[in-house]
């Protein structure tokens, strides 16, 4: 059967990743696979025993890792409006006001809002993140899908990559004009009984094999077996690591992967993330909130004790309204001994979690302790953000380039094809373009104005700006020249600016205090309106004051008599 060894091979890799544990240094053995299934358990709170102890004890689960989890999301705050294109050419600038309010759109109808936000908790969660390039899209990843099979890799060019997909029929009939053997497999699914409705698993496999393996997969013989191919082969059976039959092969230049890590490299591919960095908290944690259930179950009993055998065995059923007890009764103390001390070592594990997760009130949005000064607050978040600002830096370098390759060639060949563009003021750019069209147009009607001031052709170029915008949308007619030479530059800006903002007002608050120069002052005061981007030259101001004349010295009179 032509594959016989890629097929052979492959089968091989998948039962490795799942049996095998791979050592990362001297005495220290790692397998992703019970990694990633450990993640997942503690995902959807399940124990590895079941919900009951040996006793038949209800078993509760205390999450304390989602709300630092969406802690860290809330506090990352990524979202579309964070990537613009930017461009150094002067002439390019109404260029990009066009481009960008493109690329908004298509950021919208791509949906990639929803991908950025699953992009973020993952990235969190998991601690790492794998983007695919599709023919028109990308996808992300789901990690358990995803097996690198060298663990100790550093990134994913170090390693071969399997994904796995599980398909239905009617999936795969929808890929007979592009994949062999696809009659085949559907085949070998229908003559297994025990389903009337076959799942079939493919693999998809982006890595180096040999020559004499990819002339085997093609059907060829020959072949160098120590001469190696970047190639991408797709198999597929109707078993969980049973591939039969090879659906695609063919070479391929680069691997289709952008990756994201939250953590930094300690010997292995899969990153450290929130999930594994609380797994010990949220394991204590459990231990101590159900010792605490149940000792609180028991010390909630009401127990009598007497010395007399005749009494009742239970007060509560056996003695009724207006009988006489002769026996001596006394309550039998229950209480829970130790709970002081499990609340005590609750409450050092939640501040070790805190801690690790760098989810401390000021971050979590939680009150503050009574009497904690303002400015305490801010900078202790200032310096709670600055984790979240180096996590935005190492998004901002994935997302860029992913904007960059897979998408940015997209926008720019829709462009050309477009003949009018549907400017609104939902887009944001509307007003920004109207500004520039205005600009030109009272620099080309100059000469037809009466002599003005300054603030008289604002006034004038405002009055057309509303006069231009005022249906909410502008349809802009585009051409295929006006693009050429067009080579804008992907900017994210998730890099920070919050703290940092902070900070800085903070700064010039302290300097506008102290400056007793009343036009610094002014300039002072101006710079920290610009930081809250408040344009200061579109706010009225107070006409110059008229320099004050310069006094002439009165001759003085005498009272002498000049004779």
Known sequence: MNGEKVLSKIKHELTSYETDTFEISDGYYFSAYKLIKRIMMFKNQQYPTGKLDSQGNYKYWYDIISPRCDAEIKNIDFDTKDILLASDAE??????IIANARLGQFLKQTGQAAKLNEAVERGTEWGNLVAKKLKDDYKLLDLNNVMVLNQTAETL???????????VSSDLRKKMEIWDNVKELIDEGKSDEKKTSPDFFIYERNGEITEQEYNDAKGKSGGDKNKYILCKVIVGGNKKNDPKHILWCDEVKKKPYFEYHRGKYSGRWMRVGMFEVLFDAETRANEIGNQIARGLEWSSKTIFAS???????NILTDLQNGDVIKGKITQVSVRMEGLDQLIADWNRIMEIADKLANSYEVVSG???????????????????????????????????????EWVLPDILKDLKSLDILKLTDDAGFLQRYAEMVIDEWYINNLVSFPPHNQEIAQVIKAEKVQELIKDKELMVKLSREMWDGFKPRVKVVITGENYQLASDLETLKAFITLEQDSVRRTALIEKAMAKKNIDVSKLPKSPPQPLPQPTQAQPQVSNKQVV
């Not at 002439?91 to 990009?96: C, K």
């Not at 060019?157 to 398909?167: C, G, Q, W």
């Not at 939680?366 to 998004?395: C, H, M, V, W």
């Open 307 to 313: 010395e007399d055998k005749v009494l009742a065995q």
């Open 91 to 96: 002439n390019d600038a109404g260029r990009l």
């Open 366 to 404: 939680a009150n503050l302790p009574s009497g904690t000064p303002f400015a305490l607050a801010n900078l202790q978040n200032a310096n709670a953000n600055k984790l979240f600002d180096f996590i935005r830096e190492k998004l901002t370098i994935t997302f860029t380039d992913i904007i960059s």
């Open 157 to 167: 060019e170090d390693s071969d990559v399997i994904e796995k997909e599980i398909m």
